[in-house]
Structures are given as C-alpha cells and as structure tokens.
C-alpha cells in the first residue's frame, strides 16, 4: 500500500519526504502518529532502486532535502494503481487458523482466545470510537476513523459468531 | 461486596420467566450484578438475549420472577406499585428506543411531565425543562409536537424528560436503535456527556460502538452473562496500528 | 399539588384535542342518553302525579258534597272540621250536540270570578261568561272542539270559551266514577241516562261513558233549567283543616238517600289514575328500553377507548406517575366528558318535553310545562358520572396491576387463538375466512356487538308487539263511543307509543352505527394485512360485513324474546305479534348491520396499508 501512495502523492509535485509525511499526517489524522519520517525515507529509497521514482538535487545536499519526482515507470504504476479495484483483505484467515491449530494441538482453549482478542478489539473500537469524536465532521480524519470502526464492529460480528460456534465444540452434547 | 451507598444497583440470582409448562420462557436466568455510582454499564447481545428485560427490572417496569434487586438502595422487589412509581419518578430516568413520548404535548411539556408528577410547581418545572431542552440543543423546539420532530429530535427529547428530576441513574434501553447514523452520533455525545458529568448509565444495545462508549462491557447470552470486560484504565492504545506501515526491516 | 393539577388539565384537555372526533361522538351518545332520560323521566313525573299537581295548581277541594237543596249546605259548612268552603253552585245536566257528535254534559254555574277553592285552570282561552261555556279538557278533546267552537246544550246554542281541568270533578270519561249522584233526571232522548250513568256506574266494565263536564255563568245555567230540567243538585266544595281525615269526614256526612253524597280527594284522584293507568304501561317499559338503548352505544364507544389507554397507562407509569395519578387523568377526562354531555342533555330534554308533555300530545297533566324536577337533575347527572366511572375503572385497574412495560406495548391482552376455527375457516372462501377469524380473535367486541344488537331487536320487537295491542284493542272497542267520540284511552296510548317509538327509532340507528363503526375499526389492522397479502378491497370489505353478521345474528335472535318478554310482563293479556313481523326484524336488522358496514369498510380499504399498519404498531 504505502508505496503506491507515496507514488501517487507525488503525481502532485516533486516533493521532499517531510513535506510528503506531513500531507499523510494531514489526511491520515491520527492514525498516521505512528509513522516517522525514517520509515517513509526507506519508502522513497526502495521506490528509487525500483526505477519509480528519481531523485532532483544537488550531490552536496543533506538527505533530508532531497527532493523526489515521479519517473515515467512511476507515472505508469500510479495510473495502474487508480485503476485497480482489489480492496484490501483483512487477515481472518490467519486467526481461524491459531484457533484451529489451538484445538488440534492442545495449545490453548479456543475460547479464551476469543475471549482475548475480542477484548482487544473492544478497545481498539472504543480508542477509534473517541478519536472520531474529537475530530472535525466530515473531515478526511474522520471519515477514515468511521471506516475502521465499522470494519471492527464487522470483525467482532464474526468473533462472536466464532464464540458460538468453538463454545459449541467444546461443551459435550 | 456489602452494601455501601456507592453501589447503586444490587442484583443477586435474578430471574424472569413467562409463561409455564412447557410454554416457559427463560428471560432471565439467575444474574448477578453490582453497579457502582458513576459507572457506565454496557450490555450486549443479540435479540432475545435478556438484556432489554433486564434493563426493565433495574427500572421498575416489571417484577422479577425471583432474586434479589436493590436500586438506590430499595428493595425493588419488594416494592408495592406506588414505591415503584416513586423510584421511578425521583431516583431512575428511562430512555426507549421508541422514544415514547406523549403524543399531545409539546417537548417543553414532555419534559416537565416527570417534575409535574414529582409536585413541582408549574414555573419549576418549567424552569427546569427550559434548562434541560438547552442541554439537548432543542431550546428551539421546545413547543413542536412529537410529530413535528425528527427520531433523533424525539430521543433528545426523551433524554432531557429523563434528566428531569435529577435522577441518579439513567437506563437506555437500545437508544439508538430507531435512528439514522447522524443521529444516532449525536445522542451517543449527549449520553457521554452525562457521563463525563458523573451520571450513572445502563445502556442496552446490540451496537459494539455504542457499548464501548461505557466503562464496563457486559455480554449476555440466552439470559445469562457470559462475559465482561473492563473498558477504562489501561494504556492508550496505538492507533497507527491500522496502517500498517512497513517496519524498519 | 398545583403541579399536579396542572399536569392533569393539560393531560385532558390535549387529548381531548388530539382525538377530537372519539371525544365528540361520545359526548353526543351519553347527551343522548341522558336526554333520553330527561325526557322519560319528566313524562313520568306528568302521568304519575297529574293529580296531586292539577289539585295544587287549582286549589282543589278535599271534599266535593252533591247537594239536593242549599239548606243542606250550612250543617256541613259549620261543622268543626271545615277551614273553608265555596258554593254551594248548581248543577244541571243536557244533551250536548256538536259536529254530529252527542254526549252528556254535566253543567256546573260558576261566578265570573275566580273561586277560593277549585279555581279550574284555563288552559287555552278563558273563564266562564255569559253565553260562553267553559268544557273540561279531555271531554273537548274527545268531542275534537276548541276555543271559539259552537256547541249546543239542550238544543240552545253556546260558544265554547275556554278549556279547563280541575281537581273537583274526575275528568273524561270517568267523570262520575267517584260520586254516587242522586237523582239526576234527564230529558230528551239520550240513551244512557246520565242519572244511570252516575249512579250505576262499575267501572269494571269496557267503554267510555259519554258524559263530561261543563262549566257555565249560574244565570246561564238558570236560564237553561226549565220546569221540565230544574235544578236538582248543588255541589259545594269543602277545603278541610286536615285533608287526610277527608273520607271520614264523608263517612260521616253522607246521607245516600235524598241527602248530601260525599266524595273525597282521594277517589277523585284514583278516578283520575284510570285514564293514565295504561299511558304508564306503555311508558315504564318503554323508558327502559330507551335507557338500555342508550347506554349500549356509550358501551361501544367506551369500549373503545380502552384499548387506546392501555399504551397511555405504561408511559404515565414509566415516567413515574403513581396508580392513583394516572387512574386521575382518566377519571377527570371522562367525568369531564360526561358532565358537559349531561348539561347538553338536560338542556335538550327540558327543551324537548314540553312537545310531548303539552296538550298537543293528549296527556292528562296541567299547569305549565313540567317542570324538570332537581331529583330529574340528581338522577341524570347520575348517570353520567356513573358512565364516566366505569370508563375510567379498567385503565384504573390496569394501572395498579399490570407490568408497565407489557402495558406499554399493549400486550395485556393479545388476541386468542382457537385452533378448531382457523381451520375450519381454511376452505371457506376469502370473506367468510377473513369474517369467521376476526370474530375468534376477539369474542369479547363480537359479544359487545351481538348485544348492542339484541338490545335494538328487542326494543323493536317490544315497540311492534304494544303497537299491535293497542290497534286490536282500538279495533275490538271500535275506538270511538256511542256517541261517536274518540277513546281518550286508546288515544292517548297510541300517541305514547308514537313518541315512544320514534325515540327509539332514532337510537337505534345511532346505536347501530356507532356498533358498525367500531366493530370496523377495531379490523383495521387486520383488514390491512389482509390487503397487504393480496386479498381484494371487496373481499376484505364483504369479510367485515360477515363478521359484523356474524355476531349481530345471535344477538338479534336473542333480542326476539327478550322483547316478547318485556311486552308480556307490562300488558299481561296482551296478544303477541304475528311471527312474519318478527322474522322481519331479524331479517330487516340484519340486512340495516350489513348496509352500514358496508360505509366505514369502504372508507377504511381506501387507505394506504402502510399507514395503517405503522399507525398501528407505533
């Protein structure tokens, strides 16, 4: 994800990495806290050796000031990437799996662990639950916020239909 | 846990049943439960779990079958319908998810309803239900009829009607389960306001959003608890977990 | 506590306004009711006590003494009991023609001016004069002349000056039934001697006697007499210092043979009962039925109304208010409600029965319009208070009894399930299915209907059975005298009856519509689910009319011999009706439920299902 965003950034204007971390910290609101500027200059490095991206500077500048543009390959992949409709998969998959794996193998009760991870997630909804009421209605921030709670209200359905169906296996008929 | 005036609700072993024979319905089946004042409960579960009955048994609406209830410190169990209707006049205010309001009056006076009953004379009770309709943000409003205003007008309504007589515990039951989202946003921030201003709140719902809006996550199942969980106190979490930003390899 | 007054005011006056139609037609059926009863029980007090008031609106005597000489009016004049006396006047009798009609007159000779004791109140022209004569009311009546009529007396030729009643003398036809009148020669060729008449009199026995009273200026009377009819008796009028001591005092003072004959007040007064005697059979049993009339339509609408409360109760309660304070706001709405209802009724009563009360509507009585007594008042306002009670008792009951919230969603009392007729009614077709089911689901409403309409049947049918007596009897007696005079008997009977009937006619129309009406509201769900699924505005229109047919049939078969019933317990001897009217009441109700049915059904189908149906569940 981040690098096709990095790319599409630039469609705008050749930019340096802090004006470009500030435009994510921008639209992304708090979500983007996590994101430091040394993370987003290893994403400009890889695009720059993929041929996606060059480089306008002078040899003597500071890494930092280095200002970066699209090359036509980065132009290419961007339009690409308008035009690409995968949505994102969340990785239910994975955890269905530990389940499993925690039956077979006697690791740990099922349940308990959807106990945990639907506590977890019941946190997370409240923190998100909060930062959307701090944020301004209608704003990009809060509409990004109101996206990732529906999708945990979505994935708590699904634990709880799990919570069901494991606390079924486990009682004897 | 012995009884001390910070626990304002008091439930040991009770229960709910309809019908008999082999009609028996088991709303409620032997639930224990402690509130504290200034506590927000949460419950949640899906339809026909209990949660609704168990909401009108802490509010006086109907009687347990069995068990022990104590609201504000009297034995709702035990009380004849005329102490019922005073607990629920003074100590308790109730939020629907029909709203509930009477049809032929005004907002101001749906508000002042609860005053009038409690014997407050009509400039006090007017005063009051002026103060509370600003609150609620519907000081314009204040002589609409019910069908003149919006769901979420309505539940607003309904809230500052249940803040009337300074009560000191408010239940909701599913309120916002008649609204539009907008709607739904504002009377979350109504209700979290109170919170924050030390009320006490039950809140039944089946939205996780809203149930983590409480202190306290209780979860029923089949009439019973099946799980609870502690909302506040711990660490902030990271929100920046959601992009999924690559680590520094 | 003026919170709370304030809470209550509001409460009822915006409900009131917010079903205005529903408080409307209630007022409307209890004014009716209680009109109803204003006017039934001002008729009752004019037939019941016509006498005592015509004796204290005329002065009347407490002893009359038939004289055969003056001289015998002084022993009577000073004995000890006697506070006061007038006369003694002359009495004569004549043959009296008019407009092919012929009678007896019995002819007092009054003085112009009004006497201390019996002054006859006039009740149409004026008081005796020479050449005019004054008749007695029911006497003119029956002979059909009024004021500025001619009569002759004797073959001399008199104008009829004014009308009167007293309290001396019983009126017509039984004029003489109290006195045992001696020597009363008459001459000229009348068949029934009034001497025989008087004297022989059983009134036992059928028919009028064709003799009534006169009044005329004593030189009038004078000149009348002749050597052929002289003047035989006197009567004096006798005011006693205790009017209870009146039949001793006649005991004691009577001389039958060739002395003074004695009557007293009070075989005046049982004289006088006679001619109302049947008015009452026709108006105690036809009250009744106004009555129960009236209060089954204020039962349906009632009926009602209780179902909208049970939601009002829950949120009253769940907002705190107390059993007693929510069982308040219904009591002051109803006896709101009903008070004014019971003024309006009152008004249109007073206003009302003098039309049936006032010579026009032949009842014995007097003086003035009746009066609406302050126990009528008491009994009316009664009534309504009564209704509002009642009405307010159930949400009262259910306020202290049942779970709030059950109450709120007005599932204290889901509809009942009878296996056996839902699966009968599977093969019928879609109206009898659809008609069939919404009378199990709710028995109670069908029984409410079933008797609305057993109460109207039974009122017809009684109405029918008393018309057919009084037309046999009028038919058996011929109706009219020997003289050819009309029965004051059998008519004032048919024009009791006539006013009796038209009353009920008007409320049972009211009855049956407010009954068809609701029974079709309280379908309204039902009727648009029925839609919703698919079924036909005519199908679900024909399936209200079988349910209302449904539940109206037992009730109209019910009300056949409740109405029988009634008329034989008030006419004992009374012949029952032919029975072809009496399935065409049956038939005729049944058809009159179905028509009207029809209406609101119609109106109802032409609404949207989804209106209905979120109105409903809201």
Known sequence: MQQEVVLAMLAKEPSHGYELRARLARALGPVAEGINEAQMYVTLTRLEKGGFVARLDAPTQRSDRKVYCLTPAGQERVTEWMSDVSWPRPDLAEFHMKLIAAAQGALADPVSLIDAQRRDLLRRLREVGRAVMEEEKDSNAALLLEGIVLRLQADLRWLQACEIAWTKRSTPQ | MNASPTVLVHAKGLRKEYGSGEGLVRALDAVDLDINRGEAVAVIGPSGCGKSTLLHLIGGLDRPSAGVLSVAGQRVDELSERALAHLRRDEIGFVFQAFHLMDELTAQENVELPALLAGCTPSEARARATALLEEVDLADRARHLPSMLSGGQRQRVAIARALANDPEIVLADEPTGNLDSASAFEVLGLLEGLHAKGLTLVIVTHDERIATTADRLISMRDGAFVDETRLTGGSRGNLSTFAEWERLS | ?618
């Not at chain 3, 009602?304 to 304070?325: D, F, I, N, Q, W």
């Not at chain 3, 009406?517 to 029925?530: G, K, P, T």
Request: hydrophobic share 50%; net charge positive.
């Open chain 3, 1 to 618: 506590m003026r919170g709370r007054a304030l809470l209550l005011t509001r409460l009822v006056r915006r409900d009131i306004r917010l079903h205005l139609a529903q408080a409307i037609l209630l007022v409307v059926a209890i004014a009716v009711a209680t009109a109803t009863l204003t006017m039934a029980l001002a008729l009752n007090g004019v037939t019941n006590h016509p006498y005592a008031a015509t004796r204290a609106a005329t002065k009347g005597p407490d002893v009359v003494a038939y004289l055969t000489s003056p001289s015998q009016a002084k022993p009577l004049i000073q004995a000890s009991e006697v506070a006061a006396s007038n006369g003694p006047y002359p009495i004569n009798s004549a043959v009296l023609h008019f407009d092919g009609h012929t009678a007896g007159a019995l002819i007092e000779g009054r003085s112009e001016a009004l006497a201390g004791i019996d002054r006859p109140e006039v009740l149409s022209g004026s008081w005796v004069r020479p050449g005019g004569v004054v008749l007695e009311r029911t006497f003119a009546e029956a002979l059909g002349v009024g004021v500025g009529g001619r009569v002759t007396l004797n073959s001399r030729s008199f104008e009829v000056a004014g009308i009167a009643v007293t309290a001396a003398q019983p009126p017509y036809p039984n004029l003489c039934w109290a006195t045992a009148i001696a020597s009363l020669p008459i001459k000229g060729g009348y068949e029934t001697s009034v001497q025989g008449a008087c004297v022989n009199l059983n009134f036992s026995a059928e028919g009028p006697r064709d003799v009534g009273l006169v009044w005329m200026t004593e030189s009038n009377l004078l000149g009348l007499a002749s050597k052929a009819n002289p003047i035989l008796d006197y009567a004096l009028n006798i005011k006693l210092d205790d009017p209870a001591e009146a039949q001793a005092f006649a005991d004691t003072h009577t001389f039958v043979s060739n002395g003074p004959v004695l009557s007293t007040w009070e075989g005046i007064a049982t004289a006088d009962a006679l001619l109302v005697h049947d008015e009452q059979g026709v108006l105690k049993p036809g009250a009744l039925l106004l009555a129960l009339l009236a209060i089954a339509s204020v039962a349906v609408l009632v009926g009602r109304r209780l179902s909208e409360y049970a939601r009002r109760v829950g949120l009253l309660k769940a907002v705190g208010g107390t059993p007693s304070v929510v069982a308040a706001t219904f009591l002051v709405e109803n006896l709101a409600l009903a008070l004014f209802a019971a003024v309006v009724g009152l008004v249109v009563g007073w206003l009302a029965s003098p039309l049936l009360t006032n010579p026009g509507a032949a009842l014995i009585g007097t003086a003035g319009a009746p009066a609406i007594s302050p126990s009528t008042i008491l009994e009316v306002v009664g009534l309504a208070i009564v209704v509002a009670l009642v009405a307010s008792l159930v949400p009262a009951v259910r306020a202290a009894r049942s779970s709030t919230v059950d109450a709120m969603n007005d599932m204290a009392r889901p509809p009942r399930r009878r296996g056996i007729l839902i699966r009968m009614s599977r093969k019928l077709p879609i109206p009898a299915l659809f008609g069939l089911r919404l009378v199990a689901r709710r028995p109670r409403r069908a029984l409410l209907s079933a008797a609305n309409v057993a109460v109207t049947v039974m009122g017809i049918v009684a109405v029918i059975a008393f018309h057919a007596d009084v037309n046999s009897r009028v038919s058996t007696a011929s109706g009219l005298t020997a003289g050819g005079l009309s029965d004051p008997v059998v008519n004032r009977d048919e024009q009791m009856l006539a006013v009796i009937t038209i009353m009920l006619v008007a409320l049972a129309v009211l009855n049956a519509l407010f009954t068809t009406w609701a029974s079709v509201l309280d379908a309204r769900r039902s009727s648009a689910l029925m839609r919703a699924l698919g079924a036909r505005a005519r199908q679900v229109s024909s399936g209200l009319v079988v349910a209302q047919t449904l539940s109206a049939l037992p009730g109209a078969i019910v009300g056949i011999p409740l109405g029988l019933g009634l008329f034989k317990a008030t006419v004992k001897s009374g012949a029952l009706p032919s029975p072809l009217w009496l399935i065409a009441t049956v038939i005729g109700t049944l058809v009159a439920m179905a028509a009207l049915t029809v209406v609101p059904a119609r109106i109802g189908s032409m609404q949207s299902i989804v209106e209905v149906l979120q109105s409903e569940a809201a």
